[in-house]
């Protein structure tokens, strides 16, 4: 509701733009960290970004595909984030379990 709103008043164009830089500035942070607090900062900027354009994704779908397509389309997006969320956490437990850094 938050950013749909958002969106009503700046228009869509500048809170998919305010949402990309806040989830770019994220990863930039997350990219030099060197402390766990830093790392937490970074993950709410992403988290935060990703938040938003996962919200904004339905308007946007909805200017931009007809309406038959609408169905497809927003079950494609949300597809698309499936492997990531399921193999992700098995790659960073590997990671963590199978290299030299190991548990810090």
Known sequence: MLVGRL???F????VVI????CALIGAIIAACA???????VANVFTGFGAAGLLSILFFVIGELVFNKARGPINSLMFVTAVPWSTFGPVVIRA???????GYL
């Open 18 to 21: 305010a949402f990309n830089v």
């Open 11 to 14: 228009s869509r164009r500048w």
């Open 34 to 40: 060197r402390t766990i607090p830093t790392l937490i």
């Open 7 to 9: 969106s009503d008043i």
């Open 95 to 101: 990671l963590i379990e199978h290299t030299k850094q």
